[in-house]
């Protein structure tokens, strides 16, 4: 079958790049819609992302003039300059299942980050590491949490027959809020609480946007050398606080301090797929099934998507203290399991935390990809 390619420049292709997935995931009744909003305030050249990137968005047409395939091809200067490569990234892949009509998507993409001399590219990112990122390619039979993507089983085959291999797995884990798994973990936090050197407290509401740059001097900290990273810019980070106010509470999100220094902290976050599946994508039912009674879903897990510890406090229980507040008040709202992602495979350290002390199951593994030019 002949397709053909054509750039998002107008109102009628950016509808039909955003609505595509709905026609591709019809039949999967694990496959959760995204919220339309943000996916159109991403593609939106007026979002800070794209300060620091060049994003081009493409959809795929069959010989009929329908779309039946979707790519974006991303050159972040951020990312290459932060750590000295010059690679290209590829997301918002979308298809129907045909490895001719896969391989024309991808080299599309290839194509522009190859004329904007990049010698690789990578993906899916939808558009970084600070937004969805990794195709599924395990765990099929759960709906996918808050912020973590779901696609058909067959799309990482047609990525790996346009020459694709495997870069990194980003992991999930699930964990049932079982108190007899968490015995040593919680007889840890308890002795570290004891001691008194250290102020745990819940974020403060009313002062969410500089509590939030705390945590994330934190994370820049506790993240600066791990694999993909990318440090957020003061625009992005505020759009960011923007987009997750409404879903942070005190409970879910400790915080550590030492002599009024934050140094370690975690943020959970009710799992609000539950509602934007029962919306449809759309703003305004999501939001009634989110927060509005009689329309409000019972939402009962979490997921766990940041934690940190400063470096010099590694080591000291301070990890356990914080999961155990998670853990803790998450069962008190009725939100005692969860999934906690996600972790690189090469992060033994977190691996050793989630496997041997909590008990955690690796129930989903998110994979990117890479071709050399």
């Not at 129907?96 to 190859?114: F, I, M, P, Q, R």
């Not at 001691?195 to 600066?224: A, T």
């Not at 370690?264 to 939001?287: E, Q, T």
């Not at 998670?326 to 008190?332: A, C, G, L, Q, V």
Request: proline share 4%; aromatic share 10%.
């Amino acid at each position: 079958m002949n397709y053909t390619v054509e750039k998002v420049n107008s109102r009628k292709t950016r509808k039909e790049f955003i609505m595509l997935p709905f026609s591709i995931n019809k039949d999967d009744p694990h496959w959760v819609p995204p919220l339309l909003m943000n996916v159109r305030q991403l593609m939106d050249s007026k979002h800070p992302f794209h300060e620091h990137a060049d994003v081009e968005f493409y959809v795929a047409r069959n010989s009929g003039g329908k779309v039946v395939g979707r790519i974006s091809a991303c050159v972040n200067r951020t990312h290459n300059e932060y750590h000295n490569e010059k690679t290209g990234f590829f997301g918002f892949l979308e298809c129907e299942n045909d490895s001719e009509l896969a391989g024309l998507l991808l080299s599309t993409a290839e194509n522009y980050v190859k004329a904007a001399g990049m010698e690789s590219i990578r993906g899916p990112f939808n558009l970084s590491t600070n937004e969805e990122c990794g195709l599924l390619v395990e765990g099929f039979d759960t709906d996918p949490r808050l912020m973590m993507t779901h696609n058909p089983k067959w799309l990482g085959g047609l990525v790996e027959q346009a020459g694709y291999s495997k870069l990194m797995d980003l992991l999930a884990y699930w964990l049932d809020g079982d108190s007899d798994k968490f015995e040593k973990l919680f007889r840890i936090a308890a002795m570290v609480e004891k001691r008194g050197e250290w102020k745990v407290r819940g974020i403060n509401l009313k002062d969410l946007s500089n509590d939030m740059r705390k945590i994330m001097d934190v994370y820049n900290e506790c993240w600066g050398e791990n694999w993909g990273f990318v440090p957020m810019s003061a625009r992005e980070f505020a759009a960011m606080v923007d987009e997750l106010k409404m879903l942070v509470t005190p409970e879910l999100t400790p915080i550590v301090e030492l002599n009024g220094e934050v140094v370690a902290f975690g943020v959970a976050l009710p799992d609000a797929n539950i509602a934007f599946k029962k919306g449809k994508g759309r703003a305004i039912p999501s939001i009634l099934a989110l927060k509005v009674p009689p329309f409000k879903v019972n939402i009962d897990r979490v997921r766990v998507l940041l934690m940190g510890v400063k470096k010099e406090h590694r080591n000291k229980g301070l990890e356990a203290l914080v999961i155990d507040r998670m853990i803790r008040n998450s069962k008190k709202m009725g939100m005692g399991r969860g999934e906690l992602s996600w972790i690189l495979e090469n992060n033994r350290e977190m691996r050793a935390i989630l496997e041997k002390q909590m008990n955690a199951d690796l129930y989903k593994r998110y994979r990117i990809y890479n071709k050399e030019f």
